[in-house]
């Protein structure tokens, strides 16, 4: 079966530098997000690796640290490398955030399921 795209926002919709959460099932809560940098955008799993269904954000779409140069989980503070979700710090130390696939077209940005 072919993966079928899903509209998650224009790509102008997110700022550089900035992250976003999204709630592509319409679940009431955002499953995914996508940080941007540049033109590259990293999608990945609202899900922290140390407790499998937890949340990572703080509020909505704060998935990033002070410094804006890692994601950061709210609930104990792994952090977690922006290029591959590597956790670096905290206590999933070695693990990795779920990467999402996304697909930019047309000036839309589309998760890829
Ligand atoms: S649940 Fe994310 S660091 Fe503990």
């Known amino acids: 079966m072919r993966p079928s ?4 926002c224009r790509l ?3 700022p ?3 992250s976003r959460g ?3 099932l319409g679940a009431g809560q955002d499953s995914v997000f996508v940080v941007r940098r540049g033109q590259r955008l990293y999608g990945y799993r609202d899900q922290c690796p140390h ?3 937890t949340p990572m954000a703080w509020r909505r779409h704060a998935y990033l ?4 140069d890692h994601i950061v989980c ?7 490398r922006i290029a591959d979700g590597a956790c670096v710090r905290g206590p999933c130390l070695g693990q ?3 990467p999402v696939r996304l697909v930019v077209e047309d000036g839309c940005v589309y998760l890829v399921q």
């Open 22 to 24: 999204f709630d592509p």
């Open 5 to 8: 795209p899903t509209l998650l």
């Open 12 to 14: 102008d919709e997110l």
């Open 96 to 98: 990795s955030l779920a």
């Open 51 to 53: 407790y499998g269904d």
């Open 65 to 68: 640290d002070a410094a804006r």
């Open 16 to 18: 550089d530098g900035e």
């Open 74 to 80: 709210a609930a104990h503070g792994a952090l977690f």
